[in-house]
């Protein structure tokens, strides 16, 4: 019946499903596994995501300390699924301890000892990526990112290649459709001193959260980008004030469906999470949850329980420890924990669920 059905209404109809069932239907005849594997079919799929509700199609991806990477499908948890079907290996073969540098678009960019990756969990398609010749090593402690350049149709990671001798910050950039790095230099800021770890994908740029120094010596937390068509840095948004207790410091940048999320880390007994959908200064924040944890946030620990998600039923996902999460309901405060496995979890990130290959040519892995 697939290959006498018209070739509009196949696409039409595959295009409405999700990335990991399309993946599965390659199998089913040579037509449907050379639709589904076109790169322009891809970016339909992928266009089609964004102009619904991206929330069921986010998962979250964990790097731990032995070298183990591991897929968490939280919605699919909140929904009664089990943690052997929902929390997944992936074991990739150029890569040894990976870190995680950032997402976007469904493709996951990964650092090991000594080569970066571009990975997409939901196709396990991978490439690795030649090191740049002009530094000996690029530092993830510093300023890292992975993202989209609209204009240019590309994707651009983005490292720290440390200091230059005149006082500038030299940047390496890698181009995914060229293959190549370049390096450039922008004038260090007072800010950069604030500005490591790994910037989070939204709009076309990639944000961290830093402070500013203000009038009377006052300190301001705002939200700094690095547009990936200008290459530069801007100071774009500022930080909410939290809503019950203003010693509560929102630090932590992730994605929640279309928006940038921003979120304290829990030494404090009351957790808060943000959202907005708009862009520079005057932009505004809407709170997406306020809730205490005191039955379940224990303060004496050393670790810091981190709100990775928020599920579209309203619970919390929270990293509790270095090897569990739990699914927290604030409307009736009890949670359920999940084991993350026995090795130490040490980084995690937000992704899409999409068919995107990491071979922007469109070339097949083997």
């Known amino acids: 019946m697939a290959e006498s059905m018209p070739e509009d209404i196949v696409v039409d109809i595959l295009l409405r499903l999700p990335a990991k069932s399309l993946v599965r239907f390659k199998c089913v005849c040579k037509r449907w596994r050379s639709l589904i594997s076109d790169r322009a079919f891809a970016k339909s799929h992928l266009q089609r995501l964004k102009a619904g509700d991206l929330i069921p199609s986010q998962r979250f991806i964990i790097s731990g300390c032995n070298g183990s990477l591991k897929t968490v499908d939280y919605e699919a948890l909140d929904d009664g699924g089990g943690e052997g079907r929902m929390v997944v290996p992936h074991g990739i ?174 030494h404090d007994r009351r957790i808060e999470g943000w959202i907005t959908d708009e862009y520079g200064r005057g932009a505004s924040w809407t709170k997406l949850f306020s809730v205490d944890c005191s039955a379940i946030i224990n303060l004496d620990r050393d670790f810091e329980q981190t709100p990775l998600a928020y599920t579209s039923s309203g619970k919390i996902v929270i990293w509790m420890d270095t090897k569990r999460m739990i699914m927290f309901n604030p409307k009736d405060n009890t949670c359920k924990d999940y084991l993350l496995g026995t090795d130490l979890v040490r980084e995690y990130a937000i992704y899409l669920e999409t068919l995107v290959s990491p071979y922007l040519d469109g070339g097949a892995v083997e």
């Open 93 to 266: 073969k150029p890569l040894w301890e990976p870190r995680i540098v950032g997402s976007c678009d469904g493709l996951v960019c990964l650092l090991g000892p000594s080569n970066f990756v571009i990975y997409n969990p939901t196709t396990r398609e991978c490439i690795e990526l030649p090191g740049p010749n002009f530094v000996d090593r690029v530092r993830l402690s510093g300023v890292s990112g992975f993202g989209y350049d609209s204009q240019s149709d590309d994707y651009k990671l983005v490292a720290d290649a440390s200091s230059s001798s005149d006082g500038n910050w030299k940047l390496a950039i890698f181009s995914l459709k060229s293959g190549s790095w370049r390096s450039i230099e922008v004038p260090f800021q007072e800010e950069f001193n604030e500005l490591t770890g790994q910037g989070v994908y939204w709009k076309g740029a990639l944000h961290w959260h830093v402070y500013v120094l203000c009038m009377y010596d006052k300190r301001e937390g705002v939200i700094m980008s690095f547009d990936l068509l200008e290459e530069k840095f801007h100071e774009v948004l500022p930080v909410p004030v939290p809503e019950v207790d203003e010693d509560i410091c929102l630090l932590g940048l992730g994605i929640h469906g279309a928006n940038l999320f921003i979120y304290n880390c829990t």
